[in-house]
Each structure stands twice: as C-alpha cells, then as structure tokens.
C-alpha cells in the first residue's frame, strides 16, 4: 500500500475562547452563542455573583469546560486559545457596594491576569467595560470621545474606577505588546439569569410587580435609563470581537438608545406584568446618574449593530423567566 501523500495543508482546530465571569448573568448567554458557534469553551468564575445555574444545561459538553477560580490569581491553561472574553466582574450596585474590594481587584488584577493568558497564547482579548465610566454624565446621549465625570471616591467609584483603571491597562498592552484588544462599554442590559436580588432597576421592578409589592422609584424619577436586550448585547460584543479596522482597539458602546425615564420605566413593568402595584418614592442614592443613554453610531459604523429586540418583547421574555422562580 503507498503511503498517503501529505496535503501540506494544516488542520485546523476549532477556536478556542476561555471567557472570565463565564458563570454570570452576560457571560452565560456568552458562552451558549460561542458553542453554537463551533468554539470551544473555557469558563472560568469563583462564583461570587455567578451562578452554576446559569451553565447547567452545559454540563456533559464536551466542548465546555468550567473551571471554579479567582481570576485574580494566576491564570494557567494548556493547549490553545483564540479569544480570551473578560466578563468578570460584580456588576451591579448591591454587589460592588458589598464587594469594593474585591470588585478593585477583579478590575485591576484580574484584568492583568487575563490580558497576560492573551499574551501568552498570542490571543485576541475583549475587555467588558462599563456606561459607569462615564459617571453622572454631562454630555448627551454618551459618545466614546467623552472622559466622563466620576466621583472617584463615591460609594460607586470602586466599580467606576476599576473599569476605567481596565481600560487603561488594556489600552497600556496594545499599545506595548501589540497584543489583539477590543474594549466594549455596556450600557444597561436586561434579560433572563439575572439575579432577582442583585439591585439592578429591571429584576427590582419586575420581583415587586410580579409579587404585588409597590414599585420603588427614587428621586423624583426624573432620571433616565436605555435598556438593552441581552441578545443584542452579546451579538453587538461578538462583531466586535471579529471586528477589523485600525481603531478597532478603541472602546464602543453597545446598548439601546431609547431612552426612558425611570417613572416611565416602572409604569411599563406595570402594563407588562398586569401588576396592580402602585409606585412609591424614596430618596435619591449618592452619585446616582442623571441621564444615561449611548450614542451608537461607532457600533454602527464598525460592526454594522444596532439592537433589534423591542422593549415590549424582551420584558416578556424575562418575565417568563422570572414567574416560576419568584
């Protein structure tokens, strides 16, 4: 029998992304979109406001793999990787106001761990950073040209300033080692595995609505927010991951431009529950910001994105998800 020629061709492997926080409430539907996508997955969280839950549909996959682990710590994996997506994070105000430590390090530390796993496999890296950033914004709606205006020793300046402090080192290694880097700026996010306690508007609303408890608005309820569905997002973070072009690196908005006021908010969680719950108020908390609303245009431009889920459809997907659990 002669011997096979050789092609020359290389084999190659399907891609591999390891994403940090892959247990969350984002990284979760992350991490179902890539495996649908072919790649296989590395999830990495110490499930300090992730959830088991979240992955448990992937348990048996053989192309997942979770890994219970402080980011912060060092980051050791064999074979390669393509993408490495930095999802972890504590995201919401009940989390960082109890974990302001611990949501520094992540920031900080654990950003330096995960660009230094990209810079070791030659990977491309996405930094998840934040519409906090911007803090109590006075240019609107936001573009990323806009330095923000953070109150950096706030109740919220932990949160805000290790995303920024993020940005920075991300920034720092592609400047210095050439390294692949995306920056993504979250704006509000809403959707099925969100926490029911975790402080957000959308779970807050939706838990007192669905149980008949009064809606609690703060302030006057005045100030406004964008609501993003979590399909959008992640398919937003994917085109940029993929994406190419000189400013590539710089960071994009991704969240949804229609802009509501928190009054206006807790009156359509009202109408999409049939709740007959009635709105109270309560006193504004510090550095809460005013306005919050993305300028999308660069993510148009760039990834050809701009969301598709309306509000409408997407609070009544999260609150089938909601019901059962409450």
């Known amino acids: ?163 920024r402090f993020a940005e920075a080192l991300t920034m720092a290694y592609a400047r210095q080692h050439g390294l692949e880097t995306r920056i993504v700026r979250i704006f509000n996010t809403y959707g099925p595995r969100m926490r029911l306690n975790d402080g957000r508007v959308v779970p807050a609303f939706l838990s007192q609505a669905l149980t008949g408890k009064p809606l609690t608005v703060f302030g006057d309820g005045s100030q406004t927010r964008s609501f993003c569905y979590v399909s959008d997002l992640i398919e937003g973070i994917r085109r940029l991951m993929v994406s190419k072009g000189d400013d590539a690196h710089l960071p994009t908005n991704i969240g949804n431009p229609h802009e509501l006021t928190m009054l206006e908010f807790a009156r359509e969680i009202i109408r999409a529950t049939g709740s007959r719950s009635r709105i109270v108020h309560k006193p504004l908390p510090q550095d809460d910001p005013r306005q919050r609303r993305p300028d999308i245009s660069r993510a148009q431009r760039l990834l050809g994105w701009e969301p598709k889920v309306a509000l409408c459809d997407g609070l009544r997907a999260t609150i089938e998800h909601f019901r059962p659990r409450l």
Not at 48 to 77: M, P
């Open 1 to 163: 029998m002669k011997p096979k020629k050789k092609t020359g061709k290389k084999v190659r492997h399907s891609p591999v992304s390891v994403v940090t926080g892959g247990a969350g409430f984002l990284g979760s539907h992350l991490v179902d979109l890539l495996l649908k996508e072919g790649h296989r997955v590395v999830a990495i969280d110490n499930l300090i406001t992730g959830s088991i839950d979240n992955i448990a549909h992937l348990a048996g996959r053989e192309s997942f793999t979770f890994i219970k682990q402080d980011v912060t710590e060092f980051l050791y994996l064999s074979g390669p990787v393509d993408f490495v997506w930095h999802f972890a994070s504590p995201a919401s105000p009940i989390d960082y106001l109890e974990l302001p430590i611990q949501t520094l390090k992540v920031g900080s530390l654990g950003t330096h761990k995960a660009l230094g796993l990209a810079m070791e496999k030659g990977a491309r890296f996405l930094l998840t950073s934040t519409s906090e950033v911007y803090g109590d914004p006075l240019v609107h709606p936001q573009p990323e040209s806009y330095w923000g205006n953070v109150n950096t020793i706030g109740p919220r300046g932990c949160y805000d300033e290790s995303k």
